[in-house]
């Protein structure tokens, strides 16, 4: 998020109403032509929540984030895939995960030393009541932001993604994505990558359904950050291996 002034949206999730929806690209079509054109070439879009955790279940949502950082999608599932196997088909609660030798853990299901040490982190933080998961989907975007930024080891990236993707927030717009930055320069026809404040400037007129701008510009790149399909229209992969 910016800076400076922040734009604080209602918590309140995407609605799922095909009407809702439909307003939402009317808006982004209306205020920004050049995003218009690239939702007319990749179509609709997935279910950015297709395959992953129940929406109330917070803990293992953020627990599946962490497993996930930094790692390619196959790696990543392989090892939730094992964490699941572990603990009976089911996320480890933070007692499980704190009761375990960390060595032990790390060596069972292929976790790096620092990972195991942000899950344990999430662990203590549910367990003491530090982070009161229950309250997250009634709090204002910069507040979850905050809330989850004390956790070790979830960064402002994978707090964005949660309100994104878990929470369904209307408004996030996660400046430093690299991602949006590329998808941004190509869609755009910018010299370079553009810095945060560009970023911010070219997407205000989003406003405020800015986190469904990003998933149009994550998919016309083919990787989004969610469990859905790597799909694309075909126009849109040819000028990319051409960039």
Same mark, same amino acid.
């Given at each position: 998020?910016?800076?400076?002034?922040? /734009?604080? #949206?209602?918590?309140? &999730? $995407?609605?799922? /109403?095909?009407?809702?929806?439909?307003?939402?690209?009317?808006?982004?079509?209306?205020?920004?032509?050049?995003?218009?054109?690239?939702?007319?070439?990749?179509?609709?879009?997935?279910? *950015?929540?297709?395959?992953?955790?129940?929406?109330?279940?917070?803990?293992?949502?953020?627990?599946?984030?962490?497993?996930?950082?930094?790692?390619? +999608?196959?790696?990543?599932?392989?090892?939730?895939?094992?964490?699941? =196997?572990?603990? *009976?088909?089911? &996320? &480890?609660?933070? !007692?499980?995960?704190?009761?375990?030798?960390?060595? =032990?853990?790390? !060596?069972?299901?292929?976790?790096?030393?620092?990972? +195991?040490?942000?899950?344990?982190?999430?662990?203590? /933080?549910? =367990?003491?009541? #530090?982070?009161?998961?229950?309250?997250?989907?009634?709090?204002?975007?910069?507040?979850?932001? !905050?809330?989850?930024?004390?956790?070790?080891?979830? *960064?402002?990236? $994978?707090?964005?993604?949660?309100?994104?993707?878990?929470?369904?927030?209307?408004?996030?717009?996660? @400046?430093?994505?690299?991602?949006?930055?590329?998808?941004?320069?190509?869609?755009?026809?910018? %010299?370079?990558? &553009?810095?945060?404040?560009?970023?911010?400037?070219?997407? =205000?007129?989003?406003? %405020?359904?800015? $986190?469904?701008?990003?998933? /149009?510009?994550?998919?016309?790149?083919?990787?989004?950050?969610?469990? $859905?399909?790597?799909?694309?229209?075909?126009? @849109? #992969?040819?000028?990319?291996?051409?960039?």
């Amino acid at each position: 998020m910016s800076s400076g002034k922040r /734009h604080l #949206r209602a918590a309140r &999730p $995407t609605s799922a /109403h095909p009407r809702a929806c439909s307003d939402a690209i009317a808006h982004l079509r209306a205020s920004d032509p050049v995003l218009a054109r690239l939702i007319d070439e990749l179509g609709e879009l997935p279910d *950015g929540r297709q395959g992953r955790p129940h929406p109330h279940d917070h803990y293992g949502a953020l627990l599946r984030s962490i497993v996930g950082q930094q790692l390619s +999608v196959k790696a990543a599932s392989a090892i939730y895939s094992r964490i699941l =196997q572990r603990y *009976g088909g089911r &996320p &480890p609660t933070p !007692a499980q995960v704190l009761a375990e030798d960390p060595d =032990q853990m790390r !060596a069972a299901v292929g976790l790096s030393a620092a990972k +195991v040490g942000f899950l344990r982190s999430l662990a203590e /933080h549910v =367990q003491d009541g #530090r982070l009161e998961l229950s309250r997250l989907h009634s709090l204002q975007d910069d507040e979850v932001l !905050a809330t989850l930024s004390a956790v070790k080891g979830i *960064g402002e990236w $994978t707090a964005q993604m949660f309100l994104m993707f878990h929470l369904g927030r209307e408004d996030v717009l996660p @400046l430093g994505d690299l991602g949006i930055r590329r998808a941004i320069q190509r869609t755009y026809g910018l %010299p370079a990558l &553009p810095d945060p404040q560009e970023v911010e400037a070219i997407a =205000q007129p989003w406003r %405020p359904h800015r $986190t469904l701008a990003c998933r /149009h510009l994550w998919r016309s790149l083919a990787n989004e950050p969610a469990a $859905t399909p790597k799909t694309t229209a075909a126009s @849109l #992969r040819a000028r990319a291996s051409r960039t």
